[in-house]
């Protein structure tokens, strides 16, 4: 692998960005306008009707966003016209062959001008609907690898995957491909085709049925959970990601391909700034939950590893870094784990500590100007005793219910009904992510230290591209950092 000076590459070039609107693709663009104005042009993929609804969602989801402050403080009066120049909106869809280009001289300028595609576009909901999930984490990638062969200049795809693609396999987990066909369990006969015409089918039932439009949603969700656990993959989330992987292995042909697979992405360790978020993710419900006083009891192993945080800027600069070490590679495929459980391993335990710490010295303060006094979670460490606990409140709802006098037994009908309601999702909710609260793999991650190490030899500005998790002091983090960041962009 030759690796050299980042900025130098990424001068004069053109990337394709797909999913431009997702977390990861706008601290991407950013990082990549900030650090290099040089750049020559990205074309920015996202999912809209025309122009005019593209340029809306620019405004609104990517550039009017506090990550990029630094950036407007930085141009001052000329950011708009920057972003003008250096960035073509593409209005389209990766779940449609062509990315659902309409305009064929934009189309013909993208294949005869780019040099790199970053694919990020994804649904990264573990519920998702199948037929979505499919449409995008699966043959969205095939629609962009065939995209990709019809660009002339194009050095590398980089496509950005999830480390749990491994299911639930504990031990020691490698960066190695997925093939066609495989599953988690040897069962044999996954076939994305047949997928799709399952998904079909059942829609053509529940249209015969006449089932309602949250029927058919509730229908899609519970078949792709179904389909998921036929071949050893927890959730639709990580099965389709991981059907997206084999389609990629499978047709890239001679194009040089990187896979990045980070782990549970967070806020951001330093650049552009410390903490910035967006959206409740993963593990950080927990930390909204707790702080707000409504999470008082935790289902888990708090002496499990837990490899949920990787700050999102160190997961971008993975991306750059690999980018650059495989754009003079013909026929190259490689897949880089970003994480944390091998080098830097954290665990559950430390996350309750740290929870508790900032929220007992800084609680949240309620609509009504109160702090929320919070206190250490109860811990369930198994399924059968956290089903015990949901039992019991169960029986104590049905137990209110008879005591109720006959003035207030129609306000205890509608609680029970509404708290019944919540409970079954709740237990839905637990059920998708209970292999993650007990897992017990660590994601080995040597070819990214190998990457790391040819970026230290190589020339790479590793002062602005870092990606060692061994840096991050992950007490610090937590306390000054990502709570705070959390508290800030995301606490309502």
């Excluded at 694919?119 to 037929?131: H, I, M, P, S, V």
């Excluded at 629609?143 to 050095?155: D, G, P, S």
């Excluded at 071949?231 to 059907?243: D, L, S």
Aim: overall charge neutral.
């Amino acid at each position: 692998m030759e690796l050299g000076s980042v900025l130098h590459f990424l001068q004069d070039k053109t990337i394709l960005v797909t999913g431009a609107t997702g977390f990861l693709a706008k601290i991407l663009v950013e990082k990549i306008l900030r650090v290099q104005p040089n750049v020559k042009k990205l074309f920015l993929l996202l999912r809209a009707a025309d122009t005019k609804s593209a340029t809306h969602r620019l405004h609104n989801e990517i550039i009017g966003k506090d990550l990029f402050r630094l950036l407007k403080e930085k141009l001052g009066g000329n950011f708009n016209s920057f972003i003008s120049e250096k960035s073509t909106l593409v209005p389209g869809d990766i779940s449609q062959e062509g990315l659902g280009l309409k305009d064929s001289i934009l189309r013909e300028e993208i294949c005869n001008q780019t040099d790199v595609i970053i694919n990020l576009a994804a649904t990264t909901n573990f519920d998702e609907r199948y037929d979505v999930a499919l449409g995008l984490n699966t043959f969205g990638v095939k629609h962009v690898i065939n995209f990709a062969k019809q660009c002339v200049k194009l050095k590398v795809l980089v496509h950005v995957s999830t480390a749990y693609v491994s299911g639930e396999r504990g031990g020691l987990i490698l960066e190695t491909p997925y093939h066609l066909g495989d599953s988690l369990n040897e069962v044999a006969g996954l076939d994305m085709e047949a997928e799709n015409r399952i998904i079909h089918n059942r829609l053509n039932e529940l249209r015969e049925e006449g089932a309602t439009a949250d029927e058919v949603k509730m229908a899609m969700k519970d078949l792709g959970i179904n389909r998921a656990k036929v071949y050893g993959w927890p959730n639709t989330y990580v099965f389709t990601k991981a059907m997206g992987e084999m389609i990629l292995e499978d047709l890239k042909g001679n194009l040089p391909v990187v896979i990045v697979r980070p782990t549970i992405v967070t806020s951001t360790y330093k650049e552009p700034f410390p903490g910035w978020a967006e959206g409740v993710r993963t593990i950080d419900s927990l930390a909204v939950a707790y702080g707000k006083g409504k999470l008082t009891c935790f289902l888990g192993d708090l002496k499990s590893l837990v490899d949920v945080q990787i700050p999102a800027d160190m997961v971008v600069n993975a991306m750059l870094v690999a980018m650059v070490g495989h754009a003079k590679e013909g026929n190259d495929y490689s897949i880089y784990h970003v994480g944390s459980s091998v080098r830097n391993p954290l665990r559950y335990e430390n996350l309750q500590e740290y929870g508790f710490k900032y929220f007992t010295a800084k609680p949240w303060i309620n609509k009504d100007g109160k702090p929320i006094k919070v206190g250490k979670c109860r811990v369930l460490n198994n399924m059968d005793s956290f089903r015990r606990y949901m039992f019991i409140r169960y029986l104590l709802l049905l137990k209110g219910l008879e005591l109720a006098n006959t003035a207030f037994c129609q306000y205890f009908q509608e609680t029970y009904l509404e708290l019944n309601r919540k409970i079954q999702i709740v237990m839905r909710l637990v059920d998708i992510y209970r292999p993650y609260l007990f897992f017990s793999g660590a994601f080995d991650d040597m070819n990214t230290e190998k990457l790391r190490m040819a970026a230290r030899e190589g020339g790479v500005e590793t002062d602005l591209f870092y990606f060692d998790p061994k840096d991050i002091d992950w007490e610090h983090y937590f306390m000054n950092i990502h709570i705070p960041g959390i508290v800030k962009y995301i606490f309502k």
